[in-house]
């Protein structure tokens, strides 16, 4: 199976594993009540490919990303939208007194809401899902509703900061995303990306969570590896690459995912979990959970030219 990679354009891609479609359509229905069977129509498995190259992975077939109605849909879900996320908490160390910032992919509009009160500030942010824009119309955030390649077209070299944040992962060509958000960044201005971190606990996740990372959610796993290899094709220089810490919340799925590996039977896995032998392990996680890279990263790069 010849397959180019979105990244390189070329066919030196190797395949990683294959993944039936029915069980990501019946994990839907089970944890979400969301039909998600349109998607797959044409695709009895979907299949994880590495570009050899820059070390992207990726699903194929391409075209499996969500549409407009599957995230109005799961939008709607409490827990999607977190508005404390610790990626927009880091990203305030680089925003200053004066800057013009664009945000890619606003949801509701969190980040923007903590820093529209700086002094001389100027936001723009862009976003698609119509339910979002309105709830960030009530807290006084304007978003447009235009693709990032469509607003590129008539503002280039525009703004000193541009930003997004768990929105890379949900697009099908990122390099054009990635061009045009370059394209509106000034000579030194600083482009942060917010994504998962597939180099983390998250990559060899087998609960049912794991579908929140494959399409129609998340068409892209990208690492701290295949990050860095956008400055060979960009004009961009890494500044700094920050590791989520591994939080409370996810102390039990890092316990599972990590006990898997090495046992590799949910059923004793659920005997441990019933005796809660577990409990110690969180105890000792805990201790050292600062020092456990968690499921997101923040990449901050500068453009050179």
Known sequence: ???????????NCELITSISSKEVIDIYKQQFNLDISR???????????????????????????GDEEYYKLISKLDWYYNPS?????????????????????TGSGSFLEKIQNIRNISIVGLELNKDAINVAKKKGIEIIPELIEDYATNNTEK????????????????????????????KNGILMIGIPNNNS?????????????????????WSDDSIRYLQKIFPLNLQAIYFEPLIDSNVDPFIWNFLYK????????????KIKAHYLLRILIRLFKSNIKGSSMLVVFRKVQ
């Open 201 to 221: 606990y998250i990559k060899y996740n087998k609960l049912p969570s794991k579908v929140l990372n494959m399409p129609p959610h998340h068409v892209g796993l």
């Open 159 to 186: 703004f000193d900061v541009v930003c997004s944040f768990q929105v890379l992962e949900h697009v099908s060509n990122p390099i054009s995303f990635l061009k045009s958000s370059i394209d509106c960044l000034k």
């Open 39 to 65: 998607f797959f129509k044409d695709s009895e498995n979907i299949y994880v490919f590495r570009c050899l190259d820059s070390l992207f992975e990726f699903y194929y077939p391409f075209g499996l990303e």
């Open 1 to 11: 199976m010849k397959v180019r990679s979105p990244i390189t354009g070329t066919t």
């Open 85 to 105: 996320r610790w990626e927009h908490k880091k990203a305030l160390d680089f925003i200053k007194e004066g800057n013009c910032i664009l945000e890619v992919g």
């Open 262 to 273: 090495y046992i590799k039977s949910k059923l004793i896995l659920k005997l441990i979990w």
